[in-house]
């Protein structure tokens, strides 16, 4: 495990995890309404994995765990604008029923410190389809801050979307792990 909190864990894909995380990105119904419908084919994701565990400077996942090793999501980060000192942050809840238990919000808390601490970035954005009204507060409950939308920036599903922009400076997020976890108490640290 990288990151154990209180309800969740986070943790690297393993080999054995590809073939499943293959199917369950590949599966366009499970995705919701608002993912993203791109596809990425078996052999990058192995390519992937074979070259740094999926665990590489502008680019990795995080596996999000649950009790009795039960997997529930995934975090991604990834560089989005080349010349930012930036990364976004993309989670992903795989059972939608298991929504409003607050699985993303502890595991994208946990993202957010172990990407702060492991990585020499000075921001984490978020984007987010302005419909989506329950990322955008699990987006504010994780210290995320609206910057603005990007108007008809994302065709999905047939049409041009608005996405809201949020981000959070590594100066607005705690430097400790009790920090974080205080934050996921509802602390102010």
Not at 31 to 54: K, W
Not at 62 to 86: I, P, Q, T
Request: glycine letters at 10%; hydrophobic letters at 40%.
């Amino acid at each position: 495990m990288i990151v154990q909190g209180p309800h969740v864990g986070l943790r690297a894909v393993r080999e054995r995890d590809v073939e499943m995380l293959v199917d369950r990105m590949s599966d366009l119904e499970e995705r919701g309404g608002y993912l993203p419908l791109s596809l990425r084919s078996e052999v990058s994701f192995r390519a992937e994995f074979q070259q740094n565990g999926m665990l590489g400077d502008d680019r990795g996942m995080f596996l999000v765990w649950g009790e009795g090793e039960r997997l529930l999501g995934s975090v991604s980060y990834f560089r989005s604008v080349g010349w930012f000192d930036a990364l976004e942050l993309g989670y992903r809840l795989f059972d939608l029923r298991e929504g409003r238990r607050g699985i993303m919000t502890e595991a994208l808390t946990l993202a957010t410190y172990v990407v702060f601490v492991s990585k020499e970035v000075n921001r984490l954005e978020l984007r987010i389809l302005v419909d989506n009204e329950p990322s955008r507060r699990l987006a504010e409950r994780c210290g995320y801050r609206l910057e603005g939308v990007a108007r008809a920036a994302v065709f999905h599903r047939g049409v041009h979307r608005d996405v809201a922009i949020y981000a959070i400076l590594r100066a607005e997020f705690p430097q400790t792990f009790d920090g974080a976890l205080a934050r996921l108490r509802g602390g102010t640290t």
